[in-house]
Structures are given as C-alpha cells and as structure tokens.
C-alpha cells in the first residue's frame, strides 16, 4: 500500500474592510481583514505581514504590521495602499491589496462669540469667529451664517455677520 501525505493549503485573505469610508486627516484609518484558511488553520498571529504604502510605492515603515495608520501621516489627496501576506504557521498565502483615498475634510467655524454677551431689545448682535481646516485650505468664500431667534429661523439674515437692530417679542 502506498501513503499518501495531504499538504498544507495556503491561507488567503478574502477582503479589508476600512473603519471609515471617505477619510479625512483628521481620523486614523484602521483595517480589519477576513482570514481564510482551507485547511482551518489559524493566522500564525504576528507573522502575517501588513505593509502600508503610499500610491507613489513608498513603504510607510512606521505602521508595518499594524492595522492602524495615523492621520498624522497621510494628507488630502493621498492614496493609501496596505498589503497583507497571510501565514498560517507553515505557508504564506497570495498578496491581497486594498487602497482608500484621503479626502477633504470640512472646514470649521471655532470660538464661536456673540456680542454682546448679554444683549438687550434693541442691540445689534454681531458673531465672530475663527476658521481652521485641518488640510490648510485658506478661506475662499463667505460662510453661511444662520440666525435663529426663540428656535426660529431668521431667513432675512442669512449669511449676515450682524443684526440689525431687532424688535422683541
């Protein structure tokens, strides 16, 4: 009789699924990958290489093996590529490859004030503000201001940085 010897069948990573579908700079992007192994052999934790690329082919060394990658690190417009090689203790499985770009992030509007701070029938109101945007964009337009009075809206003073003087009611 002959002895016939089964093999090990590569594992293989059948999909990443992104914790953020449009990121900005303002988040870290994380990863978690769905493992899959014929054989039912478990992922050989800690030897199954993760490697984060940006779209030009330069590796970003600092997060290699990691699921997770610092906002810090990437900036609008960027393509963010990972590469993970499964191992199942004895085989590498194929290369799988997933990539995301880095979009826009929102402007904001910060230490929002109106003055006066205690107002009085009569008195014009006036906001002020600081703008900041976590990629650097420069302010290129009037932002839309609204005006609520008692939780109603005010659609004559839309986009306006002050009141005029307003009856009470």
């Known amino acids: 009789s002959s002895i016939i010897v089964i093999g090990n069948t590569a594992p293989a990573v059948t999909g990443v699924i992104?914790?953020?579908n449009q990121p900005t700079t303002e988040e870290d992007l994380s990863i978690?990958?769905?493992?899959f192994d014929i054989d039912s052999d478990p992922e050989s934790l800690g030897q199954s290489i993760i490697k984060w690329y940006f779209d030009n082919g330069t590796e970003i060394l600092i997060v290699q093996n990691q699921t997770t990658i610092s906002h810090l690190l990437f900036q609008k417009g960027d393509l963010i590529n990972v590469s993970i090689l499964p191992f199942d203790g004895e085989s590498?499985?194929?290369?799988?490859?997933s990539s995301i770009e880095i979009v826009n992030a929102l402007p904001k509007a910060i230490y929002i004030n109106i003055n006066?701070?205690?107002?009085?029938?009569?008195?014009e109101l006036r906001v002020d503000w600081n703008y900041t945007d976590a990629d650097g964009d420069p302010a290129v337009a009037l932002p839309l201001i609204f005006?609520?009075?008692?939780?109603?809206?005010m659609p004559d003073l839309r986009s306006e940085e002050h009141t005029s003087e307003l009856q009470s009611h």
């Open 92 to 97: 590498y499985g194929p290369i799988f490859n």
């Open 18 to 20: 992104w914790n953020l």
């Open 32 to 35: 978690v990958y769905n493992y």
């Open 147 to 153: 005006w609520e009075r008692n939780g109603e809206a």
């Open 116 to 123: 006066p701070n205690i107002p009085f029938s009569g008195d």
